[in-house]
């Protein structure tokens, strides 16, 4: 058994999304403990409908950074570990937004948490606010097993939204090379949040993954909700779910039962 499916053993894993509200150290931060309070809500809401995992970012820290600065690492931390602590069984996950790896590694190590995601591995990618991002998957690898967390997984995007190629590839030659650098599951999205991958996509990504020799889940990172979710959840071990669960910026009971409903659940 992969490492992805020891820790999420369900055939069609489903990862629900918390987004927090701007953490300390931004203007419209209403305070560390206001950002605890939402996680846990949103938490409840989520795990009482079954899903698998929960996911916590920094969404709204707006303008995003590319490297986290100490506060949100920190602040980070403690809300990740409360959630944790408050969890009654669901996988907790977390990612520091825009491009800083080795801090969610730290702060899931330092929290408990089972899991990150990250949206650069192996793609050389640009966006034109922000540059050329930094990937450099072999010494993340070093860096997790240097903070004794290699019972962490990485989740990892492929070609991922908003961003462009570099250099252009085939979406299969991405999978194989995540594969091949120790990525836990693939993650493929559309092309802006909220936008479904197309199934041609997922499909490729699966021919990358099988040419690896390796049986690494593929996910799908964005778009999924109640209407496509069986259609697409059938070439692909599940899904992290974000838009489609969130009314006024908090997850909707409502949504997140219809979706769950949808996959017999």
Not at 38 to 66: K, M, S, T
Request: with cysteine.
């Amino acid at each position: 058994m992969n490492r992805f499916r020891a820790l999420f053993p369900g055939d069609k894993t489903i990862i629900g999304m918390i987004h927090l509200p701007p953490l300390p150290g931004y203007p419209e931060s209403r305070g560390i403990d206001h950002a605890i309070q939402h996680a846990v809500a949103d938490l409840h809401v989520l795990e009482q409908a079954g899903v698998d995992g929960v996911w916590i970012e920094n969404e709204y820290d707006r303008p995003h950074r590319v490297t986290a600065e100490p506060e949100t690492i920190a602040a980070m931390t403690a809300i990740t570990r409360t959630v944790v602590q408050e969890s009654n069984g669901v996988i907790v996950g977390c990612e520091i937004l825009l491009n800083d790896p080795k801090a969610s590694l730290a702060v899931a190590r330092m929290s408990g948490a089972g899991f990150i995601r990250t949206d650069y591995f192996v793609d050389a990618m640009t966006r034109p606010e922000y540059g050329e991002f930094e990937i450099d998957a072999d010494n993340l690898l070093i860096y997790r097993s240097a903070i004794d967390a290699d019972d962490i997984l990485i989740l990892a995007d492929i070609q991922v939204k908003y961003a462009r190629m570099i250099r252009k590839r085939p979406l299969r030659e991405s999978a194989q090379l995540a594969c091949e650098k120790q990525a836990d599951a693939i993650v493929v999205t559309g092309d802006l949040t909220g936008d479904a991958p197309v199934v041609e996509h997922l499909r490729e990504a699966a021919k990358g993954v099988a040419a690896s020799g390796q049986d690494t889940p593929i996910l799908i990172g964005s778009g999924l909700d109640a209407k496509n979710a069986t259609t697409l959840l059938a070439d692909c071990g599940g899904a992290i779910v974000g838009t489609a669960l969130m009314r006024d910026k908090a997850v909707d009971a409502g949504s997140v039962r219809a979706l769950m409903r949808s996959l017999g659940n």
